[in-house]
Structures are given as structure tokens and as C-alpha cells.
């Protein structure tokens, strides 16, 4: 599953590989949806994607995944309209925190997410720890923030993210 797809990319990226059978695309913007369900069809990946217009897991009902991918957006809100695309929430991490307390549960068995994390997201590794085993995949510093690729593999299902922030 690819949350948050916004042009489809990391969703058209895992339906090209021949391993990969089922492809599910979900954002919250419709409008979103629609183009990258119109980029799938030019990349002829659009059989292999369910395109899905959906608040995180609220429409997805009680499906599972093997793998989760999410490149979240994580900036502290300005108060400006149309901020979906890089605004977590007031402190910025906001929905990235309801999304990892909501995720271990679409997961498969051995199920994985891969998450892109930035040092500006407002939170810290730590918490994240409390929750999920957290594999460094590969790391890029930029002029004003790092940016992670990380594995989550769920251990503790039980703990409550969100009232840890
Ligand atoms: C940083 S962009 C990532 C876009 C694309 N996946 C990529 O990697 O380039 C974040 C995406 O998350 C979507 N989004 C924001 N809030 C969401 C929510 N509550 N549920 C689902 N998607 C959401 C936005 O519309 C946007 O397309």
C-alpha cells in the first residue's frame, strides 16, 4: 500500500516490479487520486493499483498489507489553505503519529512499513522505537534537514503514540 500517493510514484514504482501483485493507492486529496490513476495508465501499471480517496486507514476497512509505504508530510502548519501535501498538523508531526499507531494493525504477519522521516518532522526516533523495531535504510543530508528512509518492523502494538507526543 502506498499512503499518501499524491502523483503515484512510489505506488506505480512497486507495481512495475514483476514480484508485486497488488498495489493499493490511498490519499486524501481526490484530486490526487485522479492523476495519479491517469499516470498509471500512461505507465500501463493501472491493473496492477486500487486507487483509494481516503483519511489514512478510514476507508480501507479490515485489509492487510505486506508492506506499507509512506513519505508523510511533516512540516508544522502556517494556518494557509491547501496544506495537505506537506503539513502534518499543528506541530507538524501530528499525523504522522496517528498513522503509525493505526498501521501495525493493515499489516500482514512479517508485514513491513517503509517510511520517509525528516529531521524536521517534530519528532524523534525514540518514540518511534516504542513501538517498532527502526532499520536505517538510507540517509541524505540536504542544506536544511536530513532525510531517512526507515524499515518498521511492529513490536508493541499496544503502546498509544499519540499520548506520548
Ligand atoms: C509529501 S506528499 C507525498 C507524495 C508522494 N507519495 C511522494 O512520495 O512524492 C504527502 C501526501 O500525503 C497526502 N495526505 C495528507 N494527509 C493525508 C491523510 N490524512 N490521508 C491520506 N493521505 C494524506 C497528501 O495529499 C500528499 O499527496
Not at 536505517?136 to 508493541?156: H, V, W
Request: net charge negative; glycine share 8%; with cysteine.
Amino acid at each position: 500500500m502506498d499512503m499518501g500517493t499524491g502523483s503515484g510514484i512510489q505506488a506505480i514504482a512497486a507495481a512495475r516490479k514483476r514480484e508485486v501483485h497488488e498495489v493499493t493507492a490511498v490519499d486524501i486529496n481526490p484530486n490526487a487520486i485522479e492523476e495519479a490513476f491517469k499516470r498509471s495508465k500512461l505507465e500501463g501499471v493501472s491493473g496492477k493499483i486500487e486507487f483509494k480517496v481516503s483519511n489514512l486507514f478510514d476507508g480501507l476497512g479490515c485489509r492487510k498489507f505486506d508492506w506499507i509505504v509512506f513519505n508523510p508530510p511533516y512540516l508544522p502548519s502556517e494556518g494557509t489553505v491547501d496544506e495537505t501535501s506537506w503539513v502534518g498538523g499543528e506541530y507538524g508531526c501530528e499525523l504522522l503519529l496517528r498513522f503509525l499507531d493505526e498501521a501495525s494493525k493493515y499489516l500482514n504477519p512479517d508485514g513491513r512499513i517503509l517510511l520517509v522521516y525528516s529531521s524536521l518532522s517534530g519528532m524523534d526516533l525514540a518514540k518511534i522505537r516504542k513501538r517498532y523495531t527502526v532499520t536505517l535504510l538510507e540517509e541524505k543530508p540536504l542544506f536544511f534537514e536530513s532525510l531517512y528512509c526507515i524499515m518498521l518492523t511492529p513490536i508493541n502494538p499496544s503502546s498509544d503514540l499519540t499520548k506520548i507526543l
